[in-house]
């Protein structure tokens, strides 16, 4: 049924905001996590994206997670000469992670899952609906 | 969500429900020459019942930590429309019959 068709598409972006949700909270729980070595790289941001993908099972054109990329942009450095990870001019590389873009991020993500949570829900009063019409 | 202990209690119930429709099947395709109504609605109470183990399974998953919640939902919410549009049908088909017998001979 086309319905139940638009229900499985809905679903999959559930998951895949759920991944994306994954890639956030790496990113909001490691934005302190420093090199081990002096002078190494910190963690490096990873950006989740997105690509649609044909669901030959399903017959329909469907969400999936591509790769995740990292972001290249350069690290915040603090000079911190007590710090173990600090090279010979006391700067510590940080992660380039903003938390201000990963809350709006975040945000996006909320957002878009409640959209298709949305679309689950008006799909399955249509179907009610229709039922309702055998019932009476 | 429907634990499993329930379910399977269901699920006995709907095969025990699909034994005598095959023997409703023989009586009523006999010199019909077509898929028979014992037929049909033996094909849907398997298929229902079919989908009731899916999601089941789903949910069991799911408890074991092994399933997606997503899945369970929709796994769930496809048994939910297909034992809806069987009971409707049914009530329908019983109705009828009802209406057929109590005419006025």
Same mark, same amino acid.
């Given at each position: 049924?086309?319905?139940?068709k638009?229900?499985?598409?809905?679903?999959?972006?559930?998951?895949?905001?759920?991944?994306?949700?994954q890639?956030?909270?790496?990113?909001?729980?490691n934005?302190?996590?420093?090199?081990?070595?002096?002078?190494?790289?910190?963690?490096?941001?990873?950006?989740a994206?997105?690509?649609?993908?044909?669901?030959?099972?399903?017959?329909?054109?469907?969400v999936?997670?591509?790769?995740?990329?990292?972001?290249?942009s350069?690290?915040?450095?603090?000079?911190?000469?007590?710090?173990?990870?600090?090279?010979?001019?006391?700067?510590?590389?940080?992660?380039?992670?903003?938390?201000?873009?990963?809350?709006?991020?975040?945000r996006?993500?909320?957002?878009?899952?409640?959209?298709?949570?949305?679309v689950?829900?008006?799909?399955?009063?249509?179907?009610?609906?229709?039922?309702?019409?055998?019932k009476s | 969500?429907?634990?499993?202990?329930?379910?399977?209690?269901?699920?006995?119930?709907?095969?025990?429900?699909?034994?005598?429709?095959? %023997?409703?099947?023989?009586? +009523?395709?006999?010199? #019909?020459g077509?898929?028979?109504?014992? $037929? !049909?609605?033996?094909n @849907?109470?398997?298929?229902?019942?079919?989908? %009731?183990?899916?999601?089941? +399974?789903?949910?069991? #998953?799911?408890l074991?930590?092994?399933? $997606? !919640?997503?899945?369970? @939902?929709?796994?769930?919410?496809?048994?939910?429309?297909?034992?809806?549009t069987?009971?409707?049908?049914?009530?329908?088909?019983?109705?009828?019959?009802?209406?057929?017998?109590?005419?006025?001979?």
């Amino acid at each position: 049924m086309d319905l139940m068709k638009s229900i499985a598409i809905a679903a999959s972006g559930l998951r895949a905001q759920s991944g994306r949700m994954q890639v956030i909270s790496e990113n909001i729980a490691n934005a302190d996590s420093t090199a081990q070595a002096a002078g190494g790289d910190p963690y490096r941001r990873q950006v989740a994206t997105f690509q649609s993908a044909m669901d030959n099972a399903l017959g329909a054109r469907v969400v999936k997670l591509g790769p995740v990329r990292t972001d290249p942009s350069d690290f915040q450095v603090k000079n911190e000469p007590g710090h173990p990870a600090a090279d010979a001019n006391g700067n510590v590389h940080y992660p380039n992670v903003n938390p201000l873009i990963e809350m709006t991020d975040m945000r996006d993500a909320q957002r878009s899952y409640s959209a298709n949570l949305n679309v689950i829900n008006a799909t399955r009063t249509m179907i009610q609906r229709t039922l309702d019409i055998l019932k009476s | 969500m429907p634990t499993p202990s329930i379910a399977a209690g269901a699920y006995a119930n709907v095969a025990r429900l699909t034994d005598p429709a095959a %023997g409703l099947a023989k009586g +009523a395709g006999e010199g #019909a020459g077509g898929t028979s109504f014992g $037929d !049909m609605l033996k094909n @849907v109470l398997s298929s229902v019942a079919e989908q %009731g183990r899916k999601s089941d +399974a789903q949910t069991q #998953a799911m408890l074991g930590g092994k399933a $997606d !919640m997503i899945d369970v @939902v929709t796994a769930v919410s496809e048994t939910e429309v297909a034992v809806q549009t069987m009971v409707a049908v049914r009530d329908k088909v019983i109705e009828a019959y009802q209406n057929i017998m109590s005419m006025p001979i």
